[in-house]
């Protein structure tokens, strides 16, 4: 069964840091863009950040640009989030994904086929 797991998260103060991982199982990551995505209370699910499947690609959303890094190491099938400077607006579920794009060195933040059950990151004094 292919299936994505999320941890990591919890609670932390304002300008603190947490570092997030999506592990696989069933399946492995190597062919895969892995993208993480969130969403806030009465809000849509945006994009926070990718990787391409060969791991030559990354984009971040603007709004994290410079304060969140994405990773991966295929050998441990999994990719990571360190998200550093927290705020409080980065409170959100958060969410792995999984993709697969002819173009290996990008990532999307759209049209990926498996998800994980996400997890909580809350930025709160």
């Known amino acids: 069964q292919l299936q994505l797991v999320e941890s990591g998260g919890g609670l932390v103060q304002p300008g603190g840091s947490l570092k997030l991982s999506c592990a696989a199982s069933g399946f492995t990551l190597d062919n895969y863009a892995i993208g993480w995505f969130r969403q806030a209370p009465g809000k849509e699910r945006e994009g926070v950040s990718c990787?391409?499947?060969?791991?030559?690609?990354?984009k971040y959303a603007d709004s994290v640009k410079g304060r969140f890094t994405i990773s991966r190491d295929n050998a441990k099938n999994t990719v990571y989030l360190q998200m550093n400077s927290l705020k409080p607006e980065d409170t959100a579920v958060y969410y792995c994904a999984a993709g697969r794009f002819i173009i290996r060195s990008m990532c999307p933040f759209n049209n990926y086929n498996y998800w994980g059950q996400g997890t909580q990151v809350t930025v709160s004094s």
């Open positions: 990787i391409s499947s060969n791991g030559l690609g990354t």
